[in-house]
C-alpha cells in the first residue's frame, strides 16, 4: 500500500451501526490502517449522545416552511460540477451541503455549531484531488455525508477496495441493490435534507453529486418538483483527470491494499453505463426540469449560462443574484486547474472505441 496523508479520515463522521456493517461485510483491514477503524469507531460512540439528542432535536422541530424546490447538478465526475456548485450557491436563497454536514451529517445541527470553530481549523486548504479551496461555507457533495449514514455508497468501495466491484456498482446504480438496503438508503437521504432544511430554512437545496447522473429518474421520483442541470465536459479530459481522482482518493481513504484494481477500466465502464442511464432516463422530461450545459461554454462565458439556467428552469432572483455571482467568478478568475496533457496514442484510441458515441453526442471532436 502506498503511504497516506496525515489527515482525519472520512469515515470519522459515520454512526456506530453504520461502521460496524461496512466492517463486517467488507474487513478485515490492513494492519496499518486498523488505527483509522479504531478510531472511527471511538469518535462515533463518543458522539452518541449528542446523536441521540439530535434525533430527539429533529424530531420535535417543525418542517421548514415550503421552499422552492431543490436543484440538483448532474454530471460525471470531473465534468465541471464543482464550479458550477459554488457558482449556484453564492445565490442569496441557495441553501446547500456544508462541510461540517457532510463530516458529521448525525450531529450538524447541535454538537456541529459547537465545534465549528475547531472543526474550521482543520478543514485542508483544498480538496485532494485538485486546488479547489475548503471553507467553512464551501458547498460539498451529500455522497460522504450518506456513506456516514448507510453502507450505500461508493465512497465504501474506495474504503475497502478488496470489494470495489461488489460495492460501487450497486451503489452508483441501484441496479442489484435490494428492496429494503434501497428503501433504507431513501429514508436516510430524506431525513439528511430535511436536517438541511432546518438548518437553512426557506432556501432552495442545491445538491451536487455525480452519481445522481445515474439514477435520475430515482431523484426526480423523490422530489417531483425538482430542477435538474446537466454539465458536460471533454470527455478526454474527463478520462485524465478521473485517472488522478481514483489515485488520490484511494491514497487517502484506502483501508485495504487496491493495487488489484484496473482503474482505467473502472473508468471507461463507469462513464458509458452512467451517461446511457442518464439518456434514457431523461430522454422525455419537459425542458423546464432539465437543461444541459457545456463546461467549456460555462468556463468561457458564465454569467450566460447562469441565465440560461435561471431562465429554461424558470428559477427566481437572477438580477438580484447577478452582482453577487459576478463577483464570486471574479474573485476565482485566477484559480489554477490541474495541468491536463494530452492523452497518449494507447488512451485516445480507448476513449474514442468506447466513449465514441459520447463524443459525438456531445460534439467534442475525436482529438478532444
Same mark, same amino acid.
Given at each position: 500500500?502506498?503511504?497516506? *496523508?496525515?489527515?482525519?479520515?472520512?469515515?470519522?463522521?459515520a454512526d456506530?451501526?453504520?461502521?460496524?456493517?461496512?466492517?463486517?461485510?467488507?474487513?478485515?483491514?490492513?494492519?496499518?490502517?486498523?488505527?483509522v477503524?479504531?478510531?472511527?469507531?471511538?469518535?462515533?460512540?463518543?458522539?452518541?449522545?449528542?446523536?441521540?439528542?439530535?434525533?430527539?432535536?429533529?424530531?420535535?422541530?417543525?418542517?421548514?416552511?415550503?421552499?422552492?424546490?431543490?436543484?440538483?447538478i448532474?454530471g460525471?465526475?470531473?465534468?465541471g460540477?464543482?464550479?458550477?456548485?459554488?457558482?449556484?450557491?453564492?445565490?442569496?436563497?441557495?441553501?446547500?451541503?456544508?462541510?461540517?454536514?457532510?463530516?458529521?451529517?448525525?450531529d450538524?445541527?447541535?454538537?456541529?455549531?459547537l465545534l465549528a470553530?475547531?472543526?474550521?481549523?482543520?478543514l485542508?486548504?483544498?480538496?485532494?484531488?485538485?486546488?479547489?479551496?475548503?471553507?467553512?461555507?464551501?458547498?460539498?457533495?451529500?455522497?460522504?455525508a450518506?456513506?456516514?449514514?448507510?453502507?450505500?455508497?461508493?465512497?465504501?468501495?474506495?474504503?475497502?477496495p478488496?470489494?470495489?466491484e461488489?460495492?460501487?456498482?450497486?451503489?452508483?446504480?441501484?441496479d442489484?441493490l435490494?428492496?429494503e438496503?434501497?428503501?433504507?438508503?431513501?429514508?436516510?437521504?430524506?431525513?439528511?435534507?430535511?436536517k438541511?432544511?432546518?438548518?437553512?430554512p426557506?432556501?432552495?437545496?442545491i445538491?451536487?453529486?455525480p452519481?445522481?447522473?445515474?439514477?435520475?429518474?430515482?431523484?426526480?421520483?423523490?422530489?417531483?418538483?425538482?430542477?435538474?442541470v446537466?454539465?458536460?465536459r471533454?470527455?478526454?479530459?474527463? *478520462?485524465?483527470?478521473?485517472?488522478?481522482?481514483?489515485?488520490?482518493?484511494?491514497?487517502?481513504?484506502a483501508?485495504?491494499?487496491?493495487?488489484?484494481?484496473d482503474?482505467?477500466?473502472i473508468?471507461?465502464?463507469?462513464?458509458?453505463?452512467?451517461?446511457?442511464?442518464?439518456?434514457?432516463?431523461?430522454?422525455?422530461?419537459?425542458?423546464?426540469?432539465?437543461?444541459?450545459?457545456? *463546461?467549456?461554454?460555462?468556463?468561457?462565458?458564465?454569467?450566460?449560462e447562469?441565465?440560461?439556467i435561471?431562465?429554461?428552469l424558470e428559477?427566481?432572483?437572477?438580477?438580484r443574484?447577478?452582482?453577487?455571482?459576478?463577483?464570486?467568478?471574479?474573485?476565482?478568475?485566477?484559480?489554477?486547474?490541474?495541468?491536463?496533457?494530452?492523452?497518449?496514442?494507447?488512451?485516445?484510441?480507448?476513449?474514442?472505441?468506447?466513449w465514441?458515441?459520447?463524443?459525438?453526442?456531445?460534439?467534442?471532436?475525436?482529438?478532444g
Open positions: 500500500m502506498e503511504e497516506r *496523508f496525515d489527515s482525519s479520515h472520512a469515515l470519522y463522521g456506530p451501526l453504520t461502521l460496524w456493517r461496512v466492517w463486517r461485510r467488507y474487513g478485515p483491514v490492513a494492519p496499518e490502517r486498523a488505527h477503524l479504531a478510531r472511527a469507531f471511538a469518535a462515533a460512540i463518543g458522539r452518541t449522545p449528542f446523536s441521540l439528542a439530535e434525533r430527539v432535536y429533529e424530531a420535535v422541530a417543525p418542517d421548514p416552511p415550503g421552499e422552492p424546490p431543490p436543484l440538483f448532474l460525471h465526475w470531473r465534468s460540477t464543482t464550479h458550477l456548485y459554488n457558482v449556484l450557491s453564492k445565490a442569496d436563497d441557495a441553501a446547500f451541503v456544508s462541510p461540517f454536514a457532510t463530516a458529521l451529517p448525525h450538524f445541527l447541535l454538537l456541529g455549531r470553530p475547531i472543526f474550521a481549523r482543520r485542508p486548504a483544498h480538496r485532494y484531488i485538485d486546488r479547489v479551496a475548503v471553507t467553512r461555507d464551501a458547498p460539498q457533495e451529500d455522497e460522504i450518506l456513506a456516514n449514514m448507510t453502507p450505500v455508497s461508493f465512497y465504501h468501495a474506495l474504503y475497502f478488496r470489494h470495489f461488489e460495492i460501487f456498482g450497486p451503489s452508483v446504480f441501484f442489484t435490494g428492496k438496503e434501497r428503501r433504507e438508503w431513501e429514508n436516510r437521504l430524506t431525513r439528511f435534507y430535511r438541511l432544511r432546518i438548518a437553512q426557506g432556501k432552495r437545496l445538491i451536487k453529486n452519481v445522481y447522473t445515474a439514477r435520475p429518474a430515482q431523484m426526480r421520483r423523490l422530489f417531483p418538483e425538482a430542477r435538474f446537466h454539465i458536460h471533454d470527455p478526454f479530459r474527463v *478520462f485524465v483527470s478521473m485517472r488522478n481522482f481514483y489515485r488520490q482518493l484511494l491514497r487517502q481513504f483501508l485495504q491494499p487496491y493495487d488489484h484494481l482503474i482505467d477500466e473508468v471507461l465502464s463507469t462513464y458509458e453505463r452512467m451517461m446511457d442511464r442518464y439518456f434514457a432516463e431523461t430522454r422525455d422530461w419537459p425542458e423546464d426540469r432539465l437543461v444541459e450545459i457545456a *463546461f467549456a461554454a460555462f468556463e468561457h462565458d458564465p454569467m450566460a447562469i441565465e440560461r435561471y431562465e429554461r428559477l427566481d432572483g437572477l438580477d443574484n447577478r452582482p453577487t455571482f459576478a463577483a464570486y467568478l471574479k474573485s476565482v478568475a485566477g484559480y489554477r486547474k490541474n495541468t491536463y496533457r494530452a492523452p497518449e496514442a494507447e488512451v485516445r484510441e480507448k476513449v474514442e472505441r468506447r465514441g458515441r459520447f463524443l459525438e453526442h456531445f460534439g467534442y471532436g475525436a482529438e
